[in-house]
């Protein structure tokens, strides 16, 4: 059914033209922006009080639990904007150094987690310097039955 507008026109929507350089363009530049604000909020969360906390929080911790991951399917998604011609516009080189920034972001992301073990040892250590806690527990002396 289409709705005809005061001009004649239809109310239809303009169709998505998987094969125009401009849309697809402009269609990278908005996954790129909103791949880069999801990087962005898993470094430093967008917002830390009230109901945009609860928000927030879920994309930016699953984001930066998973780096790599998020890493793959931007990938995947620019090789499938590239692929349809996004680079032949502005828009597709600005997408596409949107895209490079937040993978760079995103390894970081990946680099500092591989320290947790690192970092945590560390901690324990600080710890058991400030109190006697091994002469406390107690140890096994031998098996018992």
Known sequence: MEIAGPGGETGRMPRWNRTDPDQVAQAYLASAALGALNTANAVRPLSRKGRASVLAFFPGWLTSELPLHAIGWQALASAAFVRGGAL??????????????????LAKVWKDSTRAGEVYAGALREGSATTSWPARCPTPSGPSR
Do not use: F, V
């Not at 032949?88 to 972001?105: D, E, I, Q, T, V």
């Open 88 to 105: 032949r516009r502005p828009k597709g080189w600005l997408a596409l150094g949107l895209s490079l920034g937040s993978w760079a972001a």
